[in-house]
Every structure is written in C-alpha cells, then in structure tokens.
C-alpha cells in the first residue's frame, strides 16, 4: 500500500477539468515538494509538474499543480483524449530517507 | 541529446541475481545523481534507491538494503544496479531516472526506456 493516496481512477469529458488528489503526510507532503508524472501505456514516466506547481518546458499550460498542507493536487484543464492515461504523485519521505510514489490515477477521457 | 539508456529484457531463475545497465549520454555524468524505480506489471511506481555518480555513494529503500548493489562506471558514463536473490515477485520493468536538483524539485526528468526482468522456474 502506498504512502501517498491517490484516487485509482477519474475521468471527464473533453474540454472539461479534471482534478487528481494526493495526500500524504507531516513527513512526505507536509515537508517535501510533490512533483507528478504522466506514463502513457508501455512507456516510462514522463515528469509533468516539479516542485508542486512547475512546469518543464514543452509540458503544456493546460496541466497544473498545487499543495496544500499534506495534500496536493494535479489538475488538468481543457481535457483531449490524449490526456487518457495513468498519473503519479511522488515526494521524498524523511522518515523512510527515500521517494514514495502514489499509487496512480487511471484518467479516462468520456 | 540527454538520454538514458538501458540494458535489454531477460529472463532469470529465482535465487539468481539480475544486473541491470543504465548509460547515460548527452550531458555531465557526474553532475547529476540517478534514482533506480521498479514496476511491477500493473502496479505502481516503486523506489528502490539512489546513487551520487560522482563518488558511488549510495542509498537504497529498506526493502532492498542487503539485496540491490548499485554502482557506477564513470569510464562509460554507465550506471548499474544488481538485484540479488530474485523472487518471483522480483518480476518487474526496472528504471533509472537522473535526479534534478532541489532547486528544482528534486525530480526525475529524464528516464531509461526500462528493463523487463521476469523470475521464472
């Protein structure tokens, strides 16, 4: 079980918002940047949003993130059915020493 | 252009070890650490440790501490991390990944296209 929560699943129809909830801890979230990645099926992680609300270059606008005490959230505005796959949440953990990874959220675009 | 890449699938007996390579090309070796994240099919993300390329220093989850070896060529800009007495459950797509910074999140922004390593009899 993981020590970051995530919903498994979400979805939403295109052109709407969608938000994905992580929630963690005084020790992981409460203390540390959460950063997100995107992976499409068969491929390896993609990094989608550093330091809770950055983007890296050539991640579109459409995608952004916020945290709020030993919560953090990821939404994306504007759905397109390429946005359809699985999303994670990770943050360092002081009392683990190490990353912990959220479960993952399954995004289907209705 | 930066790149990490990894060594091929393979199919191992349980009790074996695995080593699994990881190149990385396309921007300064020793400058940035790498963290090693497994992936059980159709599961999550799972960090297994990290090592600092400039020194080998390393740091592993207390789940695979006594078990992962990781280590580092800077001759070839190669990492490696060796998983010893393998388990079915050990069955996994392993990636490096190259660590950003703290000033810039501590993410991982470039990763390895994976290494499937199935345990099987």
């Known amino acids: 079980q993981s020590v970051l929560t995530q919903p498994p699943s979400a979805s939403g129809t295109p052109g709407q918002r969608v938000t994905i909830s992580c929630s963690g801890s005084?020790?992981?979230?409460?203390?540390?940047?959460v950063n997100w990645y995107q992976q499409l099926p068969g491929t390896a992680p993609k990094l989608l949003i550093y330091s809770n609300s950055q983007r890296p270059s050539g991640v579109p606008d459409r995608f952004s993130g916020s945290k709020s005490g030993t919560s953090a959230s990821l939404a994306i505005s504007g759905l397109q059915s390429e946005d359809e796959t699985d999303y994670y949440c990770?943050?360092?953990?002081?009392?683990?020493?190490?990353?912990?990874f959220g479960g993952g959220t399954k995004l289907t675009v209705l | 252009q930066v790149q990490l890449v990894q060594s091929g699938a393979g199919v191992k007996k349980p009790g074996a070890s695995v080593k699994v390579s990881c190149k990385a090309s396309?921007?300064?070796?020793?400058?940035?650490?790498i963290y090693w994240v497994r992936q059980a099919p159709g599961q999550g993300l799972e960090w297994m440790g990290l090592i600092n390329p400039s020194d080998g220093g390393t740091s592993s989850a207390q789940k695979f501490q006594g078990r992962v070896t990781m280590t580092r060529d800077t001759s070839t800009s190669t990492l490696y991390m060796e998983v010893g007495s393998l388990r079915s459950d050990d069955t996994a797509v392993y990636y490096c990944?190259?660590?950003?910074?703290?000033?810039?999140?501590?993410?991982?922004?470039?990763w390895g296209q994976g290494t499937l390593v199935t345990v099987s009899s």
């Open positions: 396309g921007y300064s070796f020793i400058n940035y650490y």
């Open positions: 990770a943050a360092w953990d002081d009392s683990l020493s190490g990353v912990i």
């Open positions: 990944a190259r660590l950003l910074p703290a000033a810039r999140g501590s993410a991982l922004d470039i």
């Open positions: 005084s020790s992981n979230i409460g203390a540390n940047v």
